[in-house]
Structures are given as structure tokens and as C-alpha cells.
T-cell receptor, first 115, second 115 residues
Framework: GNSVTQMEGPVTLSEEAFLTINCTYTATGYPSLFWYVQYPGEGLQLLLKATKADDKGSNKGFEATYRKETTSFHLEKGSVQVSDSAVYFCALSGPQAGNNRKLIWGLGTSLAVNP | EAQVTQNPRYLITVTGKKLTVTCSQNMNHEYMSWYRQDPGLGLRQIYYSMNVEVTDKGDVPEGYKVSRKEKRNFPLILESPSPNQTSLYFC??????????????FGEGSRLTVL
């Protein structure tokens, strides 16, 4: 079945450091891929997405490229800020059971950015 | 402001005492869903609803009930809570025009502790 594997955290960086959070997936067909972010005390919110191979999603300085050949969707940011401290979730949507719009989630990677 | 509102945000209760976690969205979304988030297990779907009076089980429905009498509301009912239902619960919604996009709108979460 479909699955998502994320690198384990926590990840701790200094401000302005480069960030990579790895995400790989297993899926049949051609899923869409997503990164969601959960700031402390808040619900999840969509950060970026890509719907087909070689698409690059980007938002708030974050980027991720849909790599079908390596089944990956790694999240990157060139210079992190303290405000980026959050938990990041990789997810995919694929063939749905009926009309359930269920996403398949990774376990989340906690990021802490120190000043 | 578009939002998904959950109540209560925090609750400590005892085994067997029925409780309801409410979820309301103001975006006229057809689809609503409940998830629980647990360390090491990520997000797991409990129940979902495609529209009023249409609900179905997700991956972990045991011990929970839901109802969808109105489009905006989707309460989660724990008839006889047990300690293994201690978790962080999220309600999410999605509109018809976003079907298949993977873009879910999440509430801020309800942290439930069952003693």
C-alpha cells in the first residue's frame, strides 16, 4: 500500500542555516505530494504541494521537488528563521477508497531553530 | 475569517464518562474528517463525512461515534472513553472545489486526557 517515510527528528539548526527534511514515498500510480506544517499549539496547514513528476512546490522560502525516479519529495529552505520552528509533515494522496479524501501521512519531523 | 473551530481545546476526563468534541467550519465545506495524532504513529483518520447525513469509518473508528446533521458541524463522540483514547484530536474540512487537491483545513486541535 501507499506509505510515506520521513527523516526522524528532532532537527535543531541555528538561524540562517540550510534546511533539508527528507521524505520518500511508496505509491501506485501518480500521487500528489504535500508538505504540511504544524506550528506550536496550532493545527496543520498546507505549506506546499506538487501534483506531478518534476513539479516544484514553493511557499514562504520553502521548496520541494517531486522526484519520481527517486520517489522523493524533500523539503528545503536556504536560510531558516526562528519562526520556522514547527513540526513538518510529508503526505501523499493517491487512489481513494470511495470518495474519502484521505491523505497518507509521514510521522512528522520536528524542527527547532535557535537564534 | 475562514476557520475550523474545535472545542474544547483541552480536556481531562475519567474512564467511562461520555464526552463530545465539537467541530464547526464556516466555509460551507462538504467534506469533514477527524484525525488523532499520537507520538510515533502520526496522524490517523477516525471518521469522515462526505456531506450531511453521510459518514464513514476511517482507519481507527473503534470507540468513537460521529454525526453530521448540519453541514457546518461534525462532532466526535466518545461514549465510554478509555485511557488509550488519550490523544490530540484534529478536525479537518475540504470544499467541493478542492476535491482531489489534498488541501485540508485543520482546526487547532483538542488535547484529550482520559484517566
Amino acid at each position: 500500500g501507499n506509505s510515506v517515510t520521513q527523516m526522524e527528528g528532532p532537527v535543531t539548526l541555528s538561524e540562517e542555516a540550510f534546511l533539508t527534511i527528507n521524505c520518500t514515498y511508496t505509491a501506485t500510480g501518480y500521487p500528489s505530494l504535500f508538505w504540511y506544517v504544524q506550528y506550536p499549539g496550532e493545527g496543520l496547514q498546507l505549506l506546499l504541494k506538487a501534483t506531478k513528476a518534476d513539479d516544484k512546490g514553493s511557499n514562504k522560502g520553502f521548496e520541494a521537488t517531486y522526484r519520481k525516479e527517486t520517489t522523493s519529495f524533500h523539503l528545503e529552505k536556504g536560510s531558516v528563521q526562528v519562526s520556522d520552528s514547527a513540526v513538518y509533515f510529508c503526505a501523499l494522496s493517491g487512489p481513494q477508497a470511495g470518495n474519502n479524501r484521505k491523505l497518507i501521512w509521514g510521522l512528522g519531523t520536528s524542527l527547532a531553530v535557535n537564534p | 475569517e475562514a476557520q475550523v473551530t474545535q472545542n474544547p481545546r483541552y480536556l481531562i476526563t475519567v474512564t467511562g464518562k461520555k464526552l463530545t468534541v465539537t467541530c464547526s467550519q464556516n466555509m460551507n465545506h462538504e467534506y469533514m474528517s477527524w484525525y488523532r495524532q499520537d507520538p510515533g504513529l502520526g496522524l490517523r483518520q477516525i471518521y469522515y463525512s462526505m456531506n450531511v447525513e453521510v459518514t464513514d469509518k476511517g482507519d481507527v473508528p473503534e470507540g468513537y461515534k460521529v454525526s453530521r446533521k448540519e453541514k457546518r458541524n461534525f462532532p466526535l463522540i466518545l461514549e465510554s472513553p478509555s485511557p488509550n483514547q488519550t490523544s490530540l484530536y484534529f478536525c479537518a474540512s475540504q470544499g467541493q472545489r478542492l476535491i482531489g487537491t489534498g488541501e485540508l483545513f485543520f482546526g487547532e486541535g483538542s488535547r484529550l486526557t482520559v484517566l
